[in-house]
């Protein structure tokens, strides 16, 4: 039987390239969910000065095309400046491995959607936003579907571990179904606080834990 995929696309799974994870990452990105089977983060280092991508990881979960993807398109951004690693294309991304089954392509859109989170990470960080939307409820929502919930494989969202979410001059507060005693409470606090004070208008977030 042969394989459905070209040989750059097995050999960027049987070999990917910036795989890992960098520990002090200026921006860092997560898209895709393990409990859907794909699932991509992605990390970088940007030099301040030129906005050049100096160091880029990344981790993935799921299929032969969702690493190769992932790889390509962490080597592809390597080396550019974030403006035009922005605009990396995940038609791009297939044709540099040569082509992806039509039921596999979702994998290159979710890598280049985890690059692109990752680089709105780094501008948000560093004041890099053109356009500055206010902080409503549906933003954080938004946000939310991006911190994970490690007991269900899905974000807190979805899970419905958020049960209510307040906005109000400057100050989010996330009110969540959990107790600060359970082992991932704290994880999901950082997580969760991590991707909201990037946003450019908020100036506090509060985690509010429910007991019992």
Known sequence: MKFPYTEKVLEHFRNPKNVGKLEDADGKGLE???ACGDMVA???KVDPKTTVIDDIKF?????ASNIATASIITEM???KTIA???KITWQEATDE???LPPVKRHCSVLAV???RSAIRDYE???GLVSEQEPTTEEVVRSRLKHVMNPMAGLDIVRTELVTKIEVKEGIVRVVLDLPSSHQFANAIKEDLVEKLEALWDVKEVKVVFTEG
């Open 32 to 34: 895709g969910s393990p």
């Open 124 to 126: 948000e960080k560093h």
């Open 84 to 86: 035009d690693a922005k």
């Open 59 to 63: 981790e993935s979960y799921g299929c």
């Open 113 to 115: 959607e985890g690059l």
């Open 42 to 44: 992605v990390y970088l």
């Open 77 to 79: 951004a390597k080396g």
């Open 97 to 99: 491995l040569g082509g």
